[in-house]
């Protein structure tokens, strides 16, 4: 059975630092990965995705992630944090397609940014 | 951006009465889901379908029922409201890139619908 784990339900970073947002799954099978970011009232926009390839995935607002299949690990890091960064982190996986196949999401992680 | 649409975006609702979510995409998407959500809390799946006349209940337990008469709709709907109901639903449609590709593509997500029951 797949599974999620968000380690940190919030997480506080001044503007300018590192952001890490960690998140570890469980996996029988090659895993497809995910993360999303949720701004208030909103719903989850998607930041980069990991399917196949390259284990460092770029995302959008510079955002990046990478796949480690020894520590079952796909961390979400920002080398300098903005304000706009404030909102909430999901991650996700699922296995390979097909007509059952669904996303497992994680408890989700929210980011705050201090001035 | 994404096509999927939720309406209402927000409604509020007496106890006791029926209401029906709405989530409409456009993108042919053949795998349809429905979360809910309390406010800085996680997502919990309630309801998904593979396709048309494919319905199955989620991981959280809800009273609430969909159908899936046609590829791009996806309602769901709640006969007697009650407080308890009382969160944001999201609507989400990822598609399966041809049977047997092994491929999925990620899901997209409406704005969401946050519903309050008084």
């Known amino acids: 059975a797949q599974s999620v784990t968000q380690l940190g339900s919030h997480v506080s970073v001044s503007e300018g630092a590192l952001v890490l947002l960690r998140c570890n799954y469980s996996?029988?099978?090659?895993?497809?990965l995910f993360w999303y970011v949720q701004y208030p009232n909103q719903g989850l926009q998607l930041l980069l995705k990991y399917t196949t390839g390259a284990t460092l995935v770029k995302g959008i607002n510079g955002f990046e992630a990478e796949f480690k299949k020894s520590e079952t690990s796909f961390h979400l890091t920002k080398p300098s944090a903005h304000m706009s960064d404030a909102a909430e982190y999901f991650c996700?996986?699922?296995?390979?397609?097909?007509?059952?196949?669904?996303?497992?999401f994680g408890t989700g992680t929210l980011l705050a940014v201090q001035p | 951006e994404a096509d999927i649409y939720q309406t209402p975006r927000y409604l509020v609702i007496g106890t006791g009465k029926k209401i029906t979510l709405e989530c409409s995409q456009t993108m042919g998407h053949d795998k349809m889901y429905w979360y809910q959500q309390d406010p800085g809390m996680e997502l919990h799946l309630i309801h998904y379908?593979?396709?048309?006349?494919?319905?199955e209940k989620g991981d959280l337990s809800s009273e609430s029922t969909v159908s899936r008469i046609r590829t791009e709709h996806f309602p769901l709907t709640l006969e007697s409201a009650r407080p308890s109901h009382t969160s944001q639903y999201l609507c989400?449609?990822?598609?399966?890139?041809?049977?047997?590709?092994?491929?999925?593509?990620?899901?997209?997500f409406g704005q969401g619908t946050r519903l309050t029951v008084v």
């Open positions: 996996s029988s099978v090659p895993p497809y």
């Open positions: 379908s593979y396709g048309v006349n494919s319905t």
């Open positions: 989400a449609s990822s598609s399966t890139l041809g049977q047997g590709s092994g491929r999925d593509t990620e899901a997209f």
């Open positions: 996700a996986v699922s296995h390979y397609g097909g007509a059952t196949n669904k996303l497992i």
